[in-house]
């Protein structure tokens, strides 16, 4: 079972992302596939952007016991390319980060993954899934995103 919740949007109204970095300048929604952009994956999807590079929208859970976790993401550009990064952060002192950059494109969906390796194995943290737009006010499109 994926630690993110809402994994596929099909839920509309229980987003669960949240704005982080640069908050102010994103924007979220979740959007109805079409013929020309079907979803990957039921019939809904997210669609971000940043009005400047660098913001970014995170879920965050807690894990305990847990020796790496992995996210996997479906990708896509509504117009052209988006560049972003998939981050998946383990919150403490200090935090952690194993980024992982992509281009989205129009055509196609596409899978983009990352993989962190855990310290302090036994103790309960706080993990963040977070994507990074750094395409400003291009529509990134994220499908299918899950966290093992
Ligand atoms: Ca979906």
């Given at each position: 079972?994926?630690?993110?919740?809402?994994p596929?949007?099909?839920?509309?109204?229980?987003?669960?992302?949240?704005?982080?970095?640069?908050?102010?300048a994103?924007?979220?929604d979740?959007v109805?596939g079409?013929?020309?952009?079907p979803?990957?994956?039921?019939?809904?999807y997210?669609?971000?952007?940043?009005?400047?590079?660098?913001?970014?929208?995170?879920?965050?859970?807690?894990v305990?016991?847990?020796?790496s976790?992995?996210?996997?993401a479906?990708?896509?550009?509504?117009?052209?390319?988006?560049?972003?990064?998939l981050?998946i952060w383990?919150?403490?002192?200090p935090?952690r980060?194993?980024?992982?950059?992509?281009?989205?494109?129009?055509?196609?969906?596409?899978l983009?993954?990352?993989?962190l390796?855990?310290?302090?194995?036994?103790?309960?943290?706080?993990?963040?899934?977070?994507?990074?737009?750094?395409?400003p006010?291009?529509?990134l499109?994220?499908?299918?995103?899950?966290?093992?």
């Amino acid at each position: 079972m994926s630690y993110l919740l809402n994994p596929s949007f099909e839920d509309q109204k229980n987003i669960q992302w949240q704005r982080v970095n640069i908050g102010n300048a994103v924007s979220f929604d979740v959007v109805q596939g079409t013929s020309q952009i079907p979803a990957k994956s039921g019939d809904f999807y997210l669609a971000a952007r940043s009005t400047v590079p660098g913001g970014s929208i995170a879920q965050d859970f807690s894990v305990q016991g847990v020796r790496s976790i992995s996210a996997f993401a479906w990708v896509r550009a509504r117009v052209g390319q988006v560049s972003g990064t998939l981050a998946i952060w383990q919150l403490g002192s200090p935090d952690r980060a194993m980024p992982a950059r992509f281009t989205a494109m129009s055509a196609e969906w596409d899978l983009v993954t990352c993989t962190l390796d855990l310290t302090n194995v036994a103790s309960s943290k706080t993990i963040r899934v977070e994507f990074y737009m750094d395409t400003p006010s291009s529509d990134l499109l994220v499908d299918s995103v899950n966290a093992f």
